[in-house]
């Protein structure tokens, strides 16, 4: 898959590929529906996808955002990355890293921030193969609001 792909920023008509990827491979079933209404409502002051192609078929994906907290200076915030499990290994989600990367120095960012589930041990070498250190342990906490 080297050299086969390139880099775009997303498009409204990849909501259907995005969600194949993010169900069947990062393992977070959603609907084609959900994630068109998701690309709609971004906010292109604040946040940016890109998608790899190959053929013309989305091959992966990142969404990033600009990430302020009182306490620390401003940030890139990876809120997802994915590679179709067929198509890692050739470049393209070092190339998708880039460009989220690239995004971020455009907003005058110098920060990059990634929170990864602790079993994706794979993802873990990848960002350490890239230059990301690992910080610390989190608990992530969630709570329905019905």
Not at 16 to 33: F, Q
Request: aromatic share 8%; glycine share 10%; hydrophobic share 40%.
């Amino acid at each position: 898959m080297a050299n086969n792909w390139k880099v775009r920023p997303l498009a409204a008509g990849d909501a259907e590929e995005i969600c194949e990827i993010c169900s069947e491979d990062l393992g977070y079933p959603c609907t084609a529906e959900l994630v068109r209404s998701k690309i709609e409502r971004l906010d292109s002051g604040r946040e940016a996808v890109f998608v790899a192609l190959s053929d013309n078929k989305c091959i992966g994906y990142i969404h990033v955002e600009r990430y302020d907290t009182l306490y620390f200076e401003t940030m890139a915030n990876i809120l997802g990355i994915a590679v179709r499990k067929n198509c890692q290994a050739g470049g393209a989600g070092t190339a998708l890293l880039s460009a989220a990367e690239g995004w971020a120095k455009e907003q005058g960012i110098t920060l990059m921030r990634v929170i990864s589930g602790a079993t994706r041990t794979g993802a873990h070498a990848f960002y350490e193969s890239r230059g990301y250190v690992f910080g610390k342990m989190q608990k992530n906490f969630s709570k329905r609001l019905s």
